[in-house]
């Protein structure tokens, strides 16, 4: 902790561009937040943004981002999050060639809020995020499931508006019927997210799993409690190393730092 401390934040921008402007036709953008215990019994959301350019299968359902870039922080605003990833595509790719950015995530407005800053950028609901919803929605009635899904996949909006009202009607526990209610609206809610799941060129949503082995390693296992400034440097350094950078020599650095400031004092 004293170490960590002693180095400070780390910012996003730490690990410099090693490419040129990148020609893209197709761009991807996922986010996503953590949720970190802290020692006063609150909790804080550390958010992580990732942009990358596709990817590719190295093993049966394996798959590796193409020159993936991360961003993390607890923001007070997210425009501030959103203006750091808009300066990056800015620097890395040539913005005259893309056609289209795929901004993917669970739907919160955080998130909805980077559509304003990406130009091109088309909003997609995440998979994981909408089955969680259709389980909550048929847990108690499973043979509804299939169809639930079959309206959903072909886009079949009023064979799901009815599906939810049978369901609704035939539900007797009052918690349960509410729990229901909750997932037709946050399902309607992202419908045009959820159609944009099937275009040709979105290849998926690997925000959850990126949340897990970046940040909820760390920070998040039980019992461990928090102060906000360590989850926010020891996220900051889990993003500085994801994309590339040392922390040995992020350390070097810093203590190399502090001897030519500490001589320039004596010199003075």
């Known amino acids: 902790m004293n170490s960590i401390r002693e180095l400070g934040s780390v910012e996003n921008d730490a690990v410099a561009i090693s490419q040129t402007k990148r020609t893209i036709k197709t761009l991807y953008i ?4 953590d949720h970190v215990s802290l020692q006063n019994g609150k909790n804080v959301e550390p ?11 190295v093993g049966k359902n394996r798959f590796k981002l193409q020159n993936p870039r991360y961003f993390n922080g607890i923001y007070a605003n997210s425009d501030d999050l959103w203006l750091e990833v808009a300066d990056y595509i800015e620097e890395a790719c040539d913005k005259e060639t893309i056609e289209k950015i795929y901004l993917s995530g669970d739907g919160a407005k955080w998130i909805k809020n980077g559509l304003g800053w990406i130009k091109k950028s088309i909003y997609v609901l995440g998979r994981y995020h909408l089955s969680k919803y259709v389980t909550r929605a048929t ?5 509804t499931a299939p169809i639930m ?26 918690t349960k019927r509410e729990a229901v209610k909750e997932a037709r609206a946050y399902i309607l809610g992202n419908w045009d997210g959820i159609r944009n799941q099937y275009n040709a060129n979105y290849v998926g949503c690997s925000a959850e799993g990126h949340i897990s082995h970046i940040l909820s390693s760390r920070p998040s296992p039980r019992p461990l409690g928090w102060c906000q400034t360590g989850v926010d440097q020891m996220a900051g350094l889990r993003v500085f190393a994801a994309n590339g950078g040392k922390v040995y020599d992020l350390f070097l650095e810093s203590k190399r730092a502090e001897v030519v400031e500490a001589l320039a004092i004596k010199v003075d």
């Open 47 to 57: 958010r992580l943004v990732h942009v990358h350019e596709g990817r590719i299968e």
């Open 30 to 33: 996922e986010a996503d937040e």
């Open 139 to 143: 847990a108690h009635m499973d043979y």
């Open 149 to 174: 899904w079959k309206y959903i996949n072909t886009g079949n909006k009023s064979g799901l508006k009815e599906l939810f009202k049978a369901i609704i009607s035939t539900t007797e526990t009052p």
